[in-house]
């Protein structure tokens, strides 16, 4: 089966999201990453195809730019500077341009960073998709425990 992945550009998505699609491409599947130009050094790293696409948006070196604000910010800001000036641009970029690039590629099957928000364009396309979650458990107010937490012990997360 040919597997496209999307992900966000983030260390914290696309390592795991790569060694995700390390795992199906040993059990035979074909697999192709796609996102911005930036990211395909860490995905030819992990010996994976790469297709680019939203690359008028995003053209290498453009994602670094992109995110250096956030390390002047802190707390709820670093938060809202993503849901307010970046996720909705990639969002858009994504809409625009993944569903031509998944026809292009012949994709059967997608997983999805449940972040990029674009569960949309496999379901217009009628392709089968499943979305992964990355981010660590992001509870503030410390009243709800990460879903692996067990009774018993802590040492399982």
């Known amino acids: 089966m040919k597997v496209g992945f999307v992900s966000l550009p983030l260390t ?7 060694a995700l699609a390390r795992k199906l491409q040993s059990r035979g599947h074909e697999v192709r990453f796609i996102s911005d130009p930036d990211i395909e050094p860490a995905v030819r790293a992990a010996d994976l195809a790469f297709e680019p696409y939203c690359e008028e948006e995003y053209p ?12 002047k910010l802190h707390g709820l800001g670093v938060m809202r500077y ?5 996720s909705p641009k990639f969002l858009q970029a994504g809409l625009k341009h993944l569903p031509q690039k998944l026809v292009e590629t012949g994709v ?13 364009v496999p379901m217009s396309l009628g392709i089968q998709f ?28």
Request: charged content about 20%; some cysteine.
């Open 82 to 86: 993503q849901v307010e000036e970046i």
């Open 60 to 71: 290498a070196g453009s994602v670094a730019r992109l995110y250096a604000p956030i390390a």
């Open 12 to 18: 914290g998505h696309l390592n795991p999201m790569t």
């Open 108 to 120: 059967e099957a997608l997983v999805l960073d449940a972040v990029t928000f674009l569960q949309l």
């Open 130 to 157: 499943v979305e992964v979650w990355n981010p660590l458990h992001l509870d503030f107010s410390q009243r709800y425990p990460a879903h692996c937490f067990r009774l018993a012990s802590r040492d399982d997360c």
